[in-house]
């Protein structure tokens, strides 16, 4: 980030990272902190943290506004956010979901940024039906969002939306993740305008943010695309790249990123 003469706000690129950790304790163990060190974003969002904050040792200094979302149950869920940046407002959850840690809500001077972990649908599909009211439920907070400033919005929406984004598309169909009923609901995500950052700079097969830890499924790239940058159109072209670094280890999901111009 690089900061204008003067100013204590961003200017020029933002760089924001959005990271499944599947347990916090355990990716800290793993290399988090050389990770974060090594990438220094203005901006790290992070889901499935498994932990309440007094639990988790972590102290890091260039991040002083930090923000944690914890599920009322120990070792499930919750989400934390990490800024370099101090915003405006912050607010957890959203109307009629609470409990389960699962959205933090930045407010910055330009825009919100919406960090999400969005429930799974779980084995036999148990849980589809409030994943279905989550959706409709949190689309329509972000056009709430939106109607006071644009929105960025990440995590792991926990669906593939095209066939192109997992492997095996075929054998996958009514599993969780991947029912006709998840990825209509995707697709009202981007008929209210928001885009997909990754697919605006990359179209082809083979790019996935989750391996199933059986199988050696990573090693083989037998994976799913189920973790997004999501942006409102009015962004659209201040948005410079998003990438999906797959070579990262330390949970079954891997991080994303994005840089957007927002001077």
């Known amino acids: 980030m690089k900061f204008s003469a003067g100013e204590n706000k961003f200017s020029i690129k933002m760089k924001i990272i959005s990271w499944n950790v599947n347990g916090i304790r355990s990716v800290i163990k793993k290399g988090f902190l050389e990770f974060l060190k090594q990438e220094n974003p203005d901006v790290i969002c992070l889901q499935e943290t498994k932990a309440h904050k007094d639990q988790v040792d972590l102290l890091l200094k260039n991040y002083p506004y930090i923000f944690w979302n914890d599920a009322e149950k120990k070792g499930y869920s919750g989400t934390a956010v990490f800024s370099k940046i101090k915003p405006i407002f912050h607010s957890k959850d959203i109307p009629n979901h609470h409990g389960e840690g699962r959205v933090i809500t930045l407010e910055f001077e330009k825009f919100y940024l919406v960090n999400v972990y969005t429930p799974n649908s779980q084995r036999g599909l148990t849980r589809l039906n409030y994943r279905l009211k989550w959706d409709k439920d949190f689309l329509n907070n972000l056009k709430s969002l939106e109607n006071k400033k644009p929105v960025v919005f990440c995590g792991d929406l926990n669906v593939a939306h095209k066939e192109i984004d997992l492997k095996n598309p075929k054998t996958n169909r009514r599993n969780a993740g991947f029912t006709d009923e998840e990825?209509?609901?995707?697709?009202?995500?981007?008929?209210?305008?928001?885009?997909?950052?990754?697919?605006?700079?990359?179209?082809?097969?083979?790019?996935?943010?989750?391996?199933?830890?059986?199988?050696n499924c990573r090693k083989r790239n037998i994976g799913w695309r189920i973790d997004y940058f999501c942006i409102s159109k009015l962004l659209r072209k201040k948005l410079k790249n998003a990438f999906i670094l797959s070579k990262v280890l330390g949970s079954d999901h891997c991080p994303i990123k994005i840089l957007i111009d927002l001077d």
């Open 183 to 215: 990825r209509n609901s995707f697709d009202k995500i981007i008929q209210n305008g928001f885009v997909d950052s990754f697919r605006e700079f990359n179209k082809e097969p083979g790019n996935y943010t989750w391996w199933s830890l059986m199988f």
